[in-house]
């Protein structure tokens, strides 16, 4: 690059009143390279012969970091265009706190775009989401439990006018594709981008699954609806077993309360014994296990062994 035209790089926008930079003072993170959706192959060459035309217009995006590095946040697909093509531009440098902070900025960059389609859509909205509610801690569980104050998936509806429920679904989407991610970088882009056609609900079904190792490595689209199909069917028995167990206690606690009721035809002496006996358990119980309702019980049962010994007190005017 000795001979480049872009050795020195014009500043539009700098905190520090700085004017240019040299070329070498950009640096380019893979992570955060790989942070934003690469462009199709389509739109990357489309974008490269608008910059030899046009030259490139929009200045490129710099985080300048404590340390003094320049780090590229916006702008590696029309970096590289000029590299290649030794084409000027200009940036602009700003200043974040930390790295949470230039992520926030990047995310909120990429929903400004028109031209996401669908999924990239949700899956920034989705991103921003988790971010959001990761930095206000407990405060949706709180107000779950109702208390007054805006969830964060209301705000983001009212922000990008969509239901509260669209934005719970774009996080479980979000989180889907970072879990492919961990496994195939790749994949991940190519659903992005529409190369391989998916199923949304299968990967939203990826961030339902408590641990996460349980699904191992996604190979490919087939690989994934397979997985898809094999949470589906263990969330159903899971789903089945719930109901059986369900359905057995509501059993158990039917014939429990059968066998407390008085038998009709029993003899005076039989009634006295069985109310004895159910005093004593529901004594036991409410001790054993603290129990309020247990001891409540009892003393209903006292009454009745009263009513037996020396029957019924009628009230006279």
Same mark, same amino acid.
């Given at each position: 690059?000795?001979?480049? /035209? ?60 404590? !340390? ?28 974040? *706190?930390? /790295? ?7 995310? !909120? ?27 206000? +801690? +407990? ?44 496994? !195939? ?8 981008? +529409? ?30 609806? !397979? ?69 409540? *019980? ?12 020396? +029957?019924? /007190?009628?009230?006279?005017?």
């Amino acid at each position: 690059m000795e001979n480049s /035209v872009i050795m020195e790089i014009p500043v539009v926008t700098s905190s520090n009143g700085r004017e240019s930079i040299h070329f070498d003072d950009i640096v380019v993170k893979s992570d955060l390279q790989n942070f934003i959706t690469p462009l199709s192959e389509d739109s990357k060459e489309q974008l490269e012969e608008n910059i030899k035309l046009n030259g490139c217009l929009d200045p490129l995006t710099l985080w300048e970091q404590e !340390n003094g590095d320049l780090v590229l946040i916006d702008g590696h697909n029309r970096y590289d265009i000029c590299q290649r093509n030794d084409i000027p531009f200009k940036v602009r440098i700003l200043q974040f *706190n930390n /790295v949470d902070e230039a992520k926030d900025w990047m995310i !909120n960059h990429q929903l400004g775009r028109r031209n996401l389609n669908p999924d990239q859509l949700s899956y920034f909205r989705g991103l921003k989401y988790e971010r959001m509610k990761k930095k206000r +801690g +407990g405060y949706d569980k709180v107000l779950s439990s109702g208390q007054s104050g805006d969830k964060t998936s209301e705000i983001l509806a009212r922000e990008f006018n969509v239901s509260d429920r669209t934005i719970l679904r774009d996080a479980e989407f979000a989180k889907g594709i970072e879990i492919i991610a961990k496994s !195939n970088p790749q994949l991940k882009n190519d659903i992005l981008l +529409g190369r391989v056609k998916v199923k949304k609900s299968d990967v939203q079904l990826l961030a339902q699954v408590k641990n996460t190792r349980q699904i191992g490595k996604i190979k490919n689209e087939a690989d994934l609806y !397979n997985k898809a199909q094999a949470i589906r069917k263990s969330k159903e028995t899971d789903k089945r077993t719930q109901s059986s167990l369900y359905e057995e206690e509501r059993i158990q606690q039917a014939t429990d309360e059968l066998k407390l009721k008085e038998p009709i035809f029993t003899t005076k002496e039989d009634r006295i014994q069985r109310i004895k006996g159910n005093i004593i358990s529901a004594i036991n119980k409410g001790i054993q296990k603290q129990d309020k309702k247990a001891l409540k *019980n009892a003393k209903n049962y006292l009454k009745k062994l009263e009513d037996e010994l020396f +029957g019924k /007190v009628k009230l006279t005017s």
